[in-house]
């Protein structure tokens, strides 16, 4: 898969907290990104009690420059995402940061935990983007974000979150991974 990517394949790989992500450790590290243990929760940068729905917007300055969200000539630049849960990357020396964790952020081992009992993850990523060879890959922290799901008030989040731009990150990744923005 490594070769492949690196011979002009494009990968979007999306992990999650618990099994899932222990489960693609071992090709994330293969390209070079680094998935944490637990989950991360940001009462700075978070939607109002739920510290685990991590909002990324211009205006926190917590979405990084790329052009996945950054916009084009015909669309504009990405304002507020929301991310759910999830674990924090870190990638190669060249990995652009699409969404950054906030100076907040903290991975806990589970939900309900007290944020101040968790590991400091600020800095680091819930998205990024590389090119490896003449391949590009993205990895997002976040299952939702590349699927419309409710929670158990029926709230919708990810895809369908109402006030986001969800489903405009993933076609951002989606054309910068075809190469239809260069």
Same mark, same amino acid.
């Given at each position: 898969?490594?070769?492949?990517?690196?011979?002009?394949?494009?990968?979007?790989?999306?992990?999650?907290? #618990? /099994?899932?992500? %222990?489960?693609?450790?071992?090709?994330?590290?293969?390209?070079?990104? !680094?998935?944490?243990?637990?989950?991360?929760?940001?009462?700075?940068?978070?939607?109002? %009690?739920?510290?685990?729905?991590?909002? +990324?917007?211009?205006?926190?300055?917590?979405?990084?420059?790329?052009?996945?969200?950054?916009?084009?000539?015909?669309?504009?630049?990405?304002?507020?995402?929301?991310?759910?849960?999830?674990?924090?990357?870190?990638?190669?020396?060249?990995?652009?940061?699409?969404?950054?964790?906030? /100076?907040?952020?903290?991975?806990?081992?589970?939900?309900?935990?007290?944020?101040?009992? #968790? *590991?400091?993850? /600020?800095?680091?990523?819930?998205?990024?983007? +590389? *090119? %490896?060879?003449?391949?590009?890959?993205?990895?997002?922290?976040? *299952?939702?974000?590349? *699927? #419309?799901?409710?929670?158990?008030?029926?709230? /919708?989040?990810?895809?369908?979150?109402?006030?986001? !731009?969800?489903?405009? +990150?993933?076609? #951002?990744?989606?054309?910068?991974?075809?190469?239809?923005?260069?």
């Amino acid at each position: 898969v490594v070769q492949w990517v690196e011979n002009g394949g494009a990968m979007l790989i999306a992990v999650d907290d #618990g /099994p899932p992500a %222990r489960g693609v450790r071992g090709l994330t590290a293969r390209l070079g990104v !680094q998935v944490s243990d637990g989950i991360v929760v940001d009462v700075g940068h978070s939607e109002p %009690r739920a510290p685990e729905r991590l909002v +990324f917007s211009r205006e926190n300055g917590l979405i990084g420059e790329h052009t996945i969200v950054d916009g084009g000539d015909d669309r504009p630049a990405l304002n507020r995402v929301v991310s759910v849960g999830g674990p924090a990357l870190s990638g190669p020396a060249d990995a652009v940061v699409l969404l950054r964790l906030g /100076p907040s952020a903290v991975a806990v081992s589970r939900l309900g935990v007290s944020p101040t009992s #968790g *590991t400091p993850v /600020p800095g680091l990523a819930r998205a990024l983007a +590389f *090119t %490896r060879g003449r391949g590009r890959v993205v990895v997002v922290a976040d *299952t939702s974000l590349l *699927t #419309g799901l409710a929670d158990a008030d029926g709230q /919708p989040y990810g895809l369908g979150a109402a006030g986001t !731009q969800t489903d405009r +990150f993933l076609r #951002g990744v989606m054309r910068w991974l075809a190469r239809v923005d260069g």
